[in-house]
Protein backbone atom coordinates (compact mmCIF):
# COMPACT_ATOMS: atom_id res chain seq x y z
CA UNK A 1 0.00 0.00 0.00
CA UNK A 2 2.55 2.46 0.65
CA UNK A 3 4.47 2.04 -2.82
CA UNK A 4 1.21 3.00 -4.33
CA UNK A 5 1.01 5.30 -2.13
CA UNK A 6 4.06 7.13 -2.85
CA UNK A 7 3.88 6.73 -6.16
CA UNK A 8 1.13 8.81 -6.73
CA UNK A 9 3.03 11.46 -4.66
CA UNK A 10 5.72 11.96 -7.30
CA UNK A 11 3.38 11.85 -10.14
CA UNK A 12 3.24 14.50 -12.50
CA UNK A 13 4.72 18.20 -11.52
CA UNK A 14 4.26 18.18 -7.95
CA UNK A 15 4.51 16.06 -5.00
CA UNK A 16 0.65 16.67 -3.57
CA UNK A 17 0.18 13.41 -2.76
CA UNK A 18 -2.46 11.28 -3.77
CA UNK A 19 -3.78 12.87 -6.63
CA UNK A 20 -7.19 12.75 -5.32
CA UNK A 21 -6.91 12.40 -1.72
CA UNK A 22 -9.97 15.46 -0.82
CA UNK A 23 -12.18 13.64 -3.26
CA UNK A 24 -12.75 10.02 -4.16
CA UNK A 25 -15.96 10.69 -2.32
CA UNK A 26 -17.95 11.94 -5.67
CA UNK A 27 -20.58 8.88 -5.39
CA UNK A 28 -21.35 9.84 -2.17
CA UNK A 29 -21.72 13.39 -1.98
CA UNK A 30 -25.51 13.47 -2.95
CA UNK A 31 -26.03 11.24 0.32
CA UNK A 32 -24.27 13.71 2.48
CA UNK A 33 -25.55 16.32 0.74
CA UNK A 34 -29.38 14.61 1.67
CA UNK A 35 -27.91 13.56 5.20
CA UNK A 36 -26.22 16.31 6.25
CA UNK A 37 -28.79 16.40 9.82
CA UNK A 38 -27.32 12.95 10.60
CA UNK A 39 -24.00 14.88 11.81
CA UNK A 40 -25.73 16.92 14.04
CA UNK A 41 -27.62 14.73 15.75
CA UNK A 42 -24.23 12.48 15.91
CA UNK A 43 -22.99 15.92 17.35
CA UNK A 44 -25.49 16.38 19.79
CA UNK A 45 -23.58 16.14 23.11
CA UNK A 46 -20.36 18.07 21.13
CA UNK A 47 -19.39 20.39 23.92
CA UNK A 48 -16.68 23.89 23.62
CA UNK A 49 -14.42 22.26 26.49
CA UNK A 50 -10.78 21.95 25.54
CA UNK A 51 -10.87 25.18 23.37
CA UNK A 52 -10.89 28.97 24.09
CA UNK A 53 -12.11 31.70 21.83
CA UNK A 54 -9.14 34.52 20.78
CA UNK A 55 -10.08 36.94 18.16
CA UNK A 56 -13.11 35.61 17.22
CA UNK A 57 -11.50 31.90 16.11
CA UNK A 58 -11.69 28.75 18.58
CA UNK A 59 -8.27 28.01 19.45
CA UNK A 60 -7.14 24.62 20.02
CA UNK A 61 -4.32 23.51 22.47
CA UNK A 62 -3.08 20.08 20.72
CA UNK A 63 -2.03 19.92 17.25
CA UNK A 64 -3.51 17.91 14.80
CA UNK A 65 -0.52 15.34 14.89
CA UNK A 66 3.24 14.87 16.44
CA UNK A 67 4.61 17.79 15.04
CA UNK A 68 8.24 16.75 15.42
CA UNK A 69 7.89 13.68 13.27
CA UNK A 70 6.86 16.14 10.36
CA UNK A 71 9.31 17.30 8.56
CA UNK A 72 7.35 20.11 6.48
CA UNK A 73 3.49 21.08 5.52
CA UNK A 74 2.72 21.76 2.24
CA UNK A 75 -0.01 24.43 2.09
CA UNK A 76 -3.49 24.34 0.99
CA UNK A 77 -3.85 25.65 -2.78
CA UNK A 78 -1.87 23.97 -4.60
CA UNK A 79 -2.62 21.76 -8.34
CA UNK A 80 -1.80 19.07 -9.54
CA UNK A 81 -3.44 16.23 -11.51
CA UNK A 82 -6.90 15.64 -10.42
CA UNK A 83 -7.05 18.43 -8.47
CA UNK A 84 -7.28 21.16 -10.95
CA UNK A 85 -8.44 23.82 -8.65
CA UNK A 86 -6.67 24.36 -5.31
CA UNK A 87 -6.58 21.94 -2.95
CA UNK A 88 -8.72 22.82 0.00
CA UNK A 89 -6.42 20.51 2.46
CA UNK A 90 -2.77 20.62 3.96
CA UNK A 91 0.15 17.84 3.90
CA UNK A 92 2.60 16.85 6.72
CA UNK A 93 5.23 15.37 5.22
CA UNK A 94 7.39 12.82 7.27
CA UNK A 95 11.09 12.30 7.78
CA UNK A 96 10.90 9.31 5.94
CA UNK A 97 8.82 10.68 3.58
CA UNK A 98 10.89 9.21 0.40
CA UNK A 99 11.80 5.95 1.43
CA UNK A 100 8.56 4.10 -0.66
CA UNK A 101 7.54 1.08 1.20
CA UNK A 102 9.93 1.40 4.10
CA UNK A 103 8.08 4.52 5.10
CA UNK A 104 7.19 4.00 8.83
CA UNK A 105 3.71 4.56 10.36
CA UNK A 106 4.69 6.11 13.53
CA UNK A 107 3.32 9.68 13.82
CA UNK A 108 0.72 10.25 16.18
CA UNK A 109 -2.77 11.60 14.77
CA UNK A 110 -4.19 14.25 17.22
CA UNK A 111 -7.63 15.30 17.79
CA UNK A 112 -6.53 19.06 18.18
CA UNK A 113 -9.78 20.04 20.43
CA UNK A 114 -13.12 17.53 22.18
CA UNK A 115 -15.46 16.70 19.89
CA UNK A 116 -17.51 13.79 18.35
CA UNK A 117 -15.99 11.51 15.13
CA UNK A 118 -18.92 11.77 12.88
CA UNK A 119 -17.73 10.42 9.49
CA UNK A 120 -15.81 7.36 8.62
CA UNK A 121 -14.84 6.68 5.10
CA UNK A 122 -12.19 3.01 4.64
CA UNK A 123 -10.46 4.73 1.53
CA UNK A 124 -10.03 1.87 -1.10
CA UNK A 125 -9.31 3.85 -4.86
CA UNK A 126 -7.80 7.62 -4.53
CA UNK A 127 -9.13 9.03 -8.38
CA UNK A 128 -7.36 10.57 -10.69
CA UNK A 129 -6.50 9.47 -14.49
CA UNK A 130 -4.82 7.03 -13.33
CA UNK A 131 -7.00 5.55 -10.44
CA UNK A 132 -4.74 3.55 -7.90
CA UNK A 133 -5.61 1.12 -4.59
CA UNK A 134 -5.24 2.40 -1.46
CA UNK A 135 -6.18 1.17 1.87
CA UNK A 136 -6.35 3.97 4.31
CA UNK A 137 -9.14 6.57 6.22
CA UNK A 138 -10.75 9.99 5.90
CA UNK A 139 -12.57 11.18 9.15
CA UNK A 140 -13.91 14.00 10.24
CA UNK A 141 -13.83 15.15 13.93
CA UNK A 142 -16.88 18.16 14.54
CA UNK A 143 -15.76 20.07 17.73
CA UNK A 144 -18.30 22.86 17.97
CA UNK A 145 -21.83 22.66 16.01
CA UNK A 146 -19.71 25.08 13.38
CA UNK A 147 -16.00 23.47 13.47
CA UNK A 148 -15.01 20.23 12.29
CA UNK A 149 -11.48 18.74 11.81
CA UNK A 150 -11.21 16.61 8.25
CA UNK A 151 -8.33 14.13 8.16
CA UNK A 152 -7.48 11.75 4.81
CA UNK A 153 -5.25 8.91 4.13
CA UNK A 154 -4.40 7.65 8.18
CA UNK A 155 -2.87 4.71 7.82
CA UNK A 156 -3.84 3.20 11.28
CA UNK A 157 -6.81 3.92 13.23
CA UNK A 158 -7.05 3.88 17.00
CA UNK A 159 -8.74 0.73 18.42
CA UNK A 160 -12.29 2.61 19.62
CA UNK A 161 -12.44 4.60 16.13
CA UNK A 162 -11.20 1.30 14.14
CA UNK A 163 -14.15 -0.73 16.32
CA UNK A 164 -16.82 1.27 14.08
CA UNK A 165 -14.72 1.04 10.27
CA UNK A 166 -17.44 0.33 7.87
CA UNK A 167 -15.05 -1.97 5.76
CA UNK A 168 -12.81 -0.91 3.04
CA UNK A 169 -14.34 0.94 0.31
CA UNK A 170 -17.06 1.81 2.72
CA UNK A 171 -18.53 4.74 4.22
CA UNK A 172 -20.80 5.38 7.59
CA UNK A 173 -21.92 8.03 10.19
CA UNK A 174 -20.66 7.39 12.93
CA UNK A 175 -20.74 9.03 16.80
CA UNK A 176 -17.34 8.57 19.02
CA UNK A 177 -16.47 11.08 21.66
CA UNK A 178 -12.88 12.05 21.49
CA UNK A 179 -11.03 14.05 23.94
CA UNK A 180 -8.76 17.42 23.04
CA UNK A 181 -4.87 15.44 22.57
CA UNK A 182 -6.36 12.12 22.22
CA UNK A 183 -4.48 9.48 20.19
CA UNK A 184 -7.15 8.76 17.21
CA UNK A 185 -4.78 6.97 14.68
CA UNK A 186 -1.15 6.79 13.36
CA UNK A 187 0.33 7.76 9.89
CA UNK A 188 3.73 7.37 7.80
CA UNK A 189 4.92 9.19 4.84
CA UNK A 190 2.23 12.13 4.29
CA UNK A 191 -1.46 13.00 5.71
CA UNK A 192 -3.96 15.61 5.03
CA UNK A 193 -5.87 17.89 7.28
CA UNK A 194 -7.90 20.94 7.12
CA UNK A 195 -10.36 22.49 8.85
CA UNK A 196 -14.04 23.51 8.27
CA UNK A 197 -15.90 26.40 9.80
CA UNK A 198 -19.05 27.25 8.54
CA UNK A 199 -18.86 30.33 10.20
CA UNK A 200 -16.85 31.32 7.45
CA UNK A 201 -17.61 31.67 3.77
CA UNK A 202 -15.12 31.71 1.19
CA UNK A 203 -15.65 34.51 -1.86
CA UNK A 204 -16.18 32.70 -4.35
CA UNK A 205 -18.05 34.02 -7.46
CA UNK A 206 -20.76 31.35 -7.16
CA UNK A 207 -21.08 29.38 -4.83
CA UNK A 208 -23.76 26.79 -6.36
CA UNK A 209 -20.84 25.93 -8.40
CA UNK A 210 -19.57 23.95 -5.29
CA UNK A 211 -23.27 21.80 -4.41
CA UNK A 212 -21.08 18.48 -4.70
CA UNK A 213 -18.35 19.47 -2.31
CA UNK A 214 -20.15 22.41 0.35
CA UNK A 215 -16.97 22.14 2.41
CA UNK A 216 -15.21 23.97 -0.12
CA UNK A 217 -16.81 27.04 0.76
CA UNK A 218 -16.08 27.12 4.58
CA UNK A 219 -12.34 26.49 4.48
CA UNK A 220 -10.18 28.95 5.99
CA UNK A 221 -6.42 28.42 6.94
CA UNK A 222 -5.88 26.21 9.16
CA UNK A 223 -3.44 27.76 11.09
CA UNK A 224 -5.69 30.70 12.63
CA UNK A 225 -7.54 27.55 15.00
CA UNK A 226 -4.27 26.75 17.11
CA UNK A 227 -2.71 28.20 20.19
CA UNK A 228 0.02 30.48 19.38
CA UNK A 229 3.27 28.08 20.50
CA UNK A 230 1.87 25.07 17.74
CA UNK A 231 1.15 27.99 15.21
CA UNK A 232 4.68 29.10 15.46
CA UNK A 233 5.51 25.50 14.82
CA UNK A 234 3.32 25.09 11.97
CA UNK A 235 4.55 28.13 10.53
CA UNK A 236 8.26 27.09 11.32
CA UNK A 237 7.65 23.99 9.10
CA UNK A 238 5.20 24.98 6.27
CA UNK A 239 6.96 26.02 2.93
CA UNK A 240 5.08 28.63 1.98
CA UNK A 241 5.76 32.24 3.71
CA UNK A 242 3.09 34.68 1.50
CA UNK A 243 -0.15 35.63 4.02
CA UNK A 244 -2.46 33.35 4.81
CA UNK A 245 0.98 30.95 5.41
CA UNK A 246 -1.59 27.86 5.70
CA UNK A 247 -2.38 28.53 2.06
CA UNK A 248 -5.56 29.55 0.34
CA UNK A 249 -8.24 28.28 -2.00
CA UNK A 250 -10.28 31.38 -3.04
CA UNK A 251 -9.01 33.06 -5.66
CA UNK A 252 -12.02 34.43 -7.73
CA UNK A 253 -12.76 37.89 -8.31
CA UNK A 254 -15.51 38.75 -10.20
CA UNK A 255 -15.08 40.08 -13.98
CA UNK A 256 -11.74 39.06 -13.80
CA UNK A 257 -10.08 36.03 -14.89
CA UNK A 258 -8.14 34.94 -11.69
CA UNK A 259 -9.83 32.32 -10.20
CA UNK A 260 -11.54 29.14 -10.71
CA UNK A 261 -14.22 28.52 -13.91
CA UNK A 262 -16.15 25.49 -15.12
CA UNK A 263 -17.21 24.27 -18.21
CA UNK A 264 -20.27 25.25 -19.55
CA UNK A 265 -23.07 22.65 -18.99
CA UNK A 266 -20.84 20.30 -16.75
CA UNK A 267 -22.29 20.86 -13.04
CA UNK A 268 -20.12 22.98 -11.61
CA UNK A 269 -17.40 20.97 -9.14
CA UNK A 270 -19.20 18.19 -9.99
CA UNK A 271 -18.56 17.58 -13.26
CA UNK A 272 -20.81 15.15 -15.25
CA UNK A 273 -18.76 11.79 -15.69
CA UNK A 274 -17.44 10.42 -11.57
CA UNK A 275 -14.23 8.54 -12.84
CA UNK A 276 -13.58 12.64 -14.03
CA UNK A 277 -15.94 14.72 -12.35
CA UNK A 278 -12.63 17.56 -12.65
CA UNK A 279 -12.43 17.27 -16.64
CA UNK A 280 -14.17 20.55 -16.73
CA UNK A 281 -12.35 22.37 -14.45
CA UNK A 282 -9.98 25.12 -14.91
CA UNK A 283 -8.32 27.35 -12.64
CA UNK A 284 -6.11 30.26 -13.24
CA UNK A 285 -4.31 31.01 -10.08
CA UNK A 286 -1.16 31.93 -8.23
CA UNK A 287 0.71 29.49 -7.24
CA UNK A 288 0.27 27.75 -3.61
CA UNK A 289 4.18 28.19 -2.65
CA UNK A 290 5.52 30.88 -4.86
CA UNK A 291 2.62 33.24 -5.13
CA UNK A 292 4.07 35.53 -7.67
CA UNK A 293 3.97 32.57 -10.11
CA UNK A 294 1.01 32.18 -12.55
CA UNK A 295 -0.22 28.50 -12.59
CA UNK A 296 -2.98 27.47 -15.09
CA UNK A 297 -4.65 24.18 -14.28
CA UNK A 298 -6.46 22.41 -16.67
CA UNK A 299 -9.11 19.66 -16.41
CA UNK A 300 -8.35 17.98 -19.97
CA UNK A 301 -5.33 19.20 -22.37
CA UNK A 302 -5.35 16.42 -24.76
CA UNK A 303 -6.91 13.89 -22.81
CA UNK A 304 -5.20 14.23 -18.91
CA UNK A 305 -5.34 17.03 -16.30
CA UNK A 306 -2.21 18.91 -16.81
CA UNK A 307 -0.34 22.17 -14.38
CA UNK A 308 1.45 24.47 -16.15
CA UNK A 309 3.47 27.33 -15.54
CA UNK A 310 3.08 30.68 -18.17
CA UNK A 311 6.04 31.14 -19.56
CA UNK A 312 6.47 35.19 -20.00
CA UNK A 313 4.20 34.90 -15.65
CA UNK A 314 2.27 37.97 -18.02
CA UNK A 315 -0.35 39.23 -18.19
CA UNK A 316 -1.65 39.01 -14.30
CA UNK A 317 -5.11 37.34 -14.26
CA UNK A 318 -6.42 39.77 -11.92
CA UNK A 319 -5.70 42.55 -14.36
CA UNK A 320 -7.43 40.79 -17.17
CA UNK A 321 -10.92 42.13 -18.02
CA UNK A 322 -13.84 41.81 -20.20
CA UNK A 323 -11.94 45.31 -22.12
CA UNK A 324 -8.81 43.65 -22.11
CA UNK A 325 -9.85 41.29 -25.26
CA UNK A 326 -8.02 38.18 -25.94
CA UNK A 327 -5.08 36.61 -24.11
CA UNK A 328 -2.15 34.07 -24.79
CA UNK A 329 -0.63 32.16 -22.63
CA UNK A 330 2.34 29.99 -23.66
CA UNK A 331 2.43 27.17 -21.36
CA UNK A 332 5.74 25.41 -19.93
CA UNK A 333 6.62 23.06 -17.43
CA UNK A 334 7.84 24.49 -14.43
CA UNK A 335 10.65 23.49 -11.42
CA UNK A 336 11.01 24.34 -7.50
CA UNK A 337 14.40 25.91 -6.72
CA UNK A 338 15.33 26.71 -3.30
CA UNK A 339 18.96 29.00 -2.53
CA UNK A 340 19.88 28.02 -6.44
CA UNK A 341 19.62 24.54 -6.60
CA UNK A 342 16.25 22.03 -7.13
CA UNK A 343 13.91 21.38 -4.37
CA UNK A 344 14.42 17.28 -4.15
CA UNK A 345 10.85 17.60 -2.75
CA UNK A 346 11.06 15.36 0.22
CA UNK A 347 12.41 17.66 2.74
CA UNK A 348 11.90 21.26 4.02
CA UNK A 349 13.43 23.99 1.79
CA UNK A 350 13.29 28.02 1.99
CA UNK A 351 13.01 30.59 -0.23
CA UNK A 352 11.49 28.33 -2.82
CA UNK A 353 10.44 30.14 -6.10
CA UNK A 354 9.97 28.70 -9.60
CA UNK A 355 11.58 28.64 -12.79
CA UNK A 356 10.49 28.12 -16.00
CA UNK A 357 11.47 25.73 -18.10
CA UNK A 358 12.47 26.40 -21.63
CA UNK A 359 10.01 23.19 -22.63
CA UNK A 360 6.74 24.89 -24.26
CA UNK A 361 3.87 22.53 -24.09
CA UNK A 362 1.44 24.46 -25.62
CA UNK A 363 -1.24 27.15 -25.60
CA UNK A 364 -4.32 28.54 -24.17
CA UNK A 365 -6.55 31.29 -25.65
CA UNK A 366 -8.73 33.28 -23.18
CA UNK A 367 -10.70 35.55 -23.48
CA UNK A 368 -13.24 37.10 -20.92
CA UNK A 369 -16.71 37.50 -23.14
CA UNK A 370 -18.50 38.41 -20.11
CA UNK A 371 -18.07 39.00 -16.40
CA UNK A 372 -18.71 35.39 -15.49
CA UNK A 373 -18.12 34.22 -18.93
CA UNK A 374 -15.08 32.74 -20.44
CA UNK A 375 -13.92 31.53 -24.10
CA UNK A 376 -11.17 29.06 -24.09
CA UNK A 377 -9.13 27.43 -26.18
CA UNK A 378 -5.76 24.34 -26.00
CA UNK A 379 -3.17 24.46 -28.78
CA UNK A 380 -1.21 21.31 -27.27
CA UNK A 381 2.39 21.24 -29.01
CA UNK A 382 2.00 25.00 -30.66
CA UNK A 383 3.96 27.87 -30.07
CA UNK A 384 2.63 31.39 -29.48
CA UNK A 385 3.07 32.88 -32.98
CA UNK A 386 1.55 29.58 -34.42
CA UNK A 387 -1.93 30.69 -32.97
CA UNK A 388 -3.27 33.48 -34.00
CA UNK A 389 -7.05 33.29 -32.59
CA UNK A 390 -9.67 31.02 -31.93
CA UNK A 391 -11.07 28.05 -33.90
CA UNK A 392 -14.28 25.95 -33.89
CA UNK A 393 -12.87 24.11 -31.03
CA UNK A 394 -13.10 26.76 -28.62
CA UNK A 395 -15.20 25.94 -25.25
CA UNK A 396 -17.37 28.39 -22.95
CA UNK A 397 -16.37 28.18 -19.04
CA UNK A 398 -18.24 29.55 -16.30
CA UNK A 399 -19.27 30.68 -12.71
Request: glycine share 8%; net charge negative; charged share 25%.
Amino acid sequence: MKIKKLQLIFSLVLIFLLIAGCVNLQEDQQEKSDDTENNSNNAENISDEGTSVENGFIIFDYPPFDLDKVAFILPMGGTTGGHVTPIDHQYYISYDFAKDDDAVVDIDVYSPGDGVVTEIQHMSVAAGDTPMAVDDFRIIIQHTSTISSYYIHIDELSDKIAAVDPGLGEYAYVNVEVSAGEIIGRYGGSVDYNIVDDDVVLPFVNLDSYTNEPWKLHCPDPFDYFNESIKELMYEKCVRTQDPVGGKICYDVDGKLVGTWFEEGTNGYGGVDLDRYWAGHLSIVYDSIDHDAIIVSIGTFIDTAEQFAVKTNSPDPSDVSVETGLVKYELVDFEYYSNGSIWNRNSYATDLEIKNSQDLQGVILLELIEDRKLKVETFPGKAGDEVTGFTDNFRIYER
